[in-house]
């Protein structure tokens, strides 16, 4: 998100809204990852990883693994078990809006309303949470992680940009260490931090969530509606 950032305004586009959606693990990171899956940063600034961004991936196709799974399904036109199972290849069913970049899943959906979603395998995910006790994650805000909030920050008042910094409810629980929250709404504003996560009739109910990581559709629509209320 920093390197984003960073990069629109060296290129003097205009950055008029912006929603952060953060959580303690996103804070945490101020390298960028080198794995294939986690290398989401393309090459934007001055093409500088531009090498390394191609042959990771070119490297993990090339892959044993992947390759011979690649192959066979080139083949036999399915995804079989073992290519699931070893998160080689998936058939689930999403809807890609190309002019948003949004990813959303209206196949679930069908099978929620249908009642069909939460079988007893899927259901495995949900490990148990003390929903009664609020418990918290360790400090990650450090000073490499000052520095970058601040330069976003510096790029937003400059582009006078309406930002939103959103806390996400994961089906965790774990609220921001109380030092972290302090310092984003010293930094950003209190009227500009917007905590979602810990324990709340959002996270304690399971059929907010397709699994533990992700969260339903309306419960997006349900926070933006508190944040972009107008005031009576």
Known sequence: MYKKVKYLDNKN??????LFLIDHSVLKQVRPETSHLLMISPPLE?????LSFHFTSLQAFFTPKFLIA???????GE???YMKKGFLLDDVPIHYDVKTNEVSFPHFERLIDEGKYYTPERMKVFFDRDTTQQTYSPQVI???QKQMLQEINDIF??????????????YDQIKLN?????YLRSLFGEDRVFDFAGISD??????????ESHYRPHVTRKMLESIYRKPE
Request: proline content about 4%.
């Open 13 to 18: 586009v205009a950055i008029n809204n912006v």
């Open 46 to 50: 001055n093409n500088k990883n531009f």
């Open 70 to 76: 690649y192959i066979d399904f080139k083949i036999r």
């Open 79 to 81: 995804v079989k078990p």
């Open 142 to 144: 450090f000073d490499a």
């Open 157 to 170: 008042r400059k582009r006078n940009t309406d930002f939103k910094i959103i806390i996400s409810p994961l």
């Open 178 to 182: 109380e030092s972290d929250i302090a």
């Open 202 to 211: 959002i996270t304690n109910n399971i059929h907010n969530f397709y699994e």
